[in-house]
Each structure stands twice: as structure tokens, then as C-alpha cells.
């Protein structure tokens, strides 16, 4: 079975400052998709980027990109410029089955 | 464009009573997703359904059933409710595909009393 563990229960990070969320997951296939989804307190978890396990490129969508490192099956996360919006509980996700615990960031201002 | 609905937005329920929670997925999406969420956890799969028929399924008890209507949209029942079923539950939208990324809708908080 897949497992996807976030292992940082809390980060903080300084408004324009860069924060890495780290995600390690667990599978035997081949060919997978991996998500990070952000719930903002209002509770509507949005996606924030996508990454296809057969692309060596990592994806990046504005200020969030992503290290995936499929030999190690590891994913992560990295916001540059944070911004006060970007505080939210972020969620890696391995296809539309197994989310991670998840991990709180709060942006200082 | 209306996005992913759920209804109702919170209910309470009693030990073994049934509950029905409904979903209307995204213009143009035709999979429906169904998550539990635990306060302060990552959603647990329910079940996916794609053409009227459950697709995939997670480790949840026979006592969680669904239905997907012809117009996509669905609905989640839960059996012999538990304590342990108070819980958000989360409905997503999606093309068919594990390429194709989730679309939430904002939940239904169901407590169980």
C-alpha cells in the first residue's frame, strides 16, 4: 500500500522569505502523479502543483516549485517570497488516494 | 463556473442514525471523490465514483455507501453512525484519470452526538 508522511507538524517563515515543506511517500508503481494541496482556514483546499513521477523536469507554478527526487521518493515543497496568503495547512498528496498529515505554516509579518 | 457544493454545511446526528451528505461536482468534471477528515489530519479516501459505479475504495466499513447520479453529482450515506464518524467529509471533483487534479468542495461537518 502507498503511504505519503509529512514529517514537520509546524513551520514558520517571514513574510519574503523562501520555506521548503518537506514529503517522503512510499510506493511500488512506476508511474504516479503527486500533488501538494493547500487548505487555508476558511477550509477549501485548493491544489498548488502537480508533478508527474515520469518527468525528471520539477514543476513550478509562480512562487512554488517543487524537488522531487523519485529515487529517494521524496517531494517537496518550496515557497519563495512568502506571502501573509500562504499561511494554510499544505498537504502532499500520491494521486487521488493517500494525503499526508499535513503541516501548518504561519507567515510573520 | 460553479465550482465543487456540498450540502449541508453542518449537521448532528445521533448513534445509530443514518445521514446523507450530497455533492455537485464541477461544470465538466465526471469523477466524484469522497474524504474524511479528522480535525487537525490529512483526508482519508472514501470511495471514487466514475460512471455511476464505485470505482475505488478505501479502508472504510460497508456501513459508507454512495451513489453517483447521471448528472455526476453524488451522495454519501453513512450507516449505524459511530462517534468516531464526526468528522469533516470532504467531496472532490476530477476528470477520470490519476493525472487529473482534485477540485474541493468547502465540506460538511458532520458531529455525531
Known amino acids: 500500500a502507498q503511504t505519503v508522511t509529512q514529517s514537520q507538524p509546524e513551520m514558520s517563515v517571514q513574510e519574503a522569505e523562501t520555506v521548503t515543506l518537506s514529503c517522503t511517500y512510499d510506493t511500488s508503481e512506476s508511474d504516479y502523479y503527486l500533488f501538494w494541496y493547500k487548505q487555508p482556514p476558511s477550509r477549501q483546499m485548493i491544489l498548488v502543483i502537480r508533478?508527474?513521477?515520469?518527468?525528471?523536469q520539477n514543476a513550478t507554478e509562480n512562487r512554488f516549485s517543487v524537488n522531487f527526487q523519485k529515487a529517494a521518493k521524496s517531494f517537496s515543497l518550496k515557497i519563495s517570497d512568502s506571502q501573509l496568503g500562504d499561511a494554510a495547512m499544505y498537504f502532499c498528496a500520491y494521486n487521488k488516494l493517500v494525503f499526508g498529515a499535513g503541516t501548518i505554516l504561519r507567515v510573520k509579518s | 463556473d460553479a465550482g465543487v457544493t456540498q450540502s449541508p454545511t453542518h449537521l448532528i446526528k445521533t448513534r445509530g442514525q443514518q445521514v446523507t451528505l450530497r455533492c455537485s461536482p464541477k461544470s465538466g468534471h465526471d469523477t466524484v471523490s469522497w474524504y474524511q477528515q479528522a480535525l487537525g489530519q490529512g483526508p482519508q479516501f472514501i470511495f471514487q465514483?466514475?460512471?455511476?459505479?464505485?470505482?475505488q475504495r478505501g479502508n472504510f466499513p460497508d456501513r459508507f455507501s454512495g451513489h453517483q447520479f447521471p448528472n455526476y453529482s453524488s451522495e454519501l450515506n453513512v450507516n449505524a453512525l459511530l462517534l468516531g464518524d464526526s468528522a469533516l467529509y470532504l467531496c472532490?471533483?476530477?476528470?477520470?484519470?490519476?493525472?487529473?487534479?482534485?477540485?474541493f468542495g468547502n465540506g460538511t461537518r458532520l458531529t455525531v452526538t
Open positions: 508533478q508527474e513521477a515520469y518527468k525528471q
Open positions: 465514483y466514475y460512471e455511476e459505479e464505485e470505482r
Open positions: 472532490a471533483s476530477s476528470l477520470r484519470g490519476a493525472h487529473s487534479p482534485l477540485h
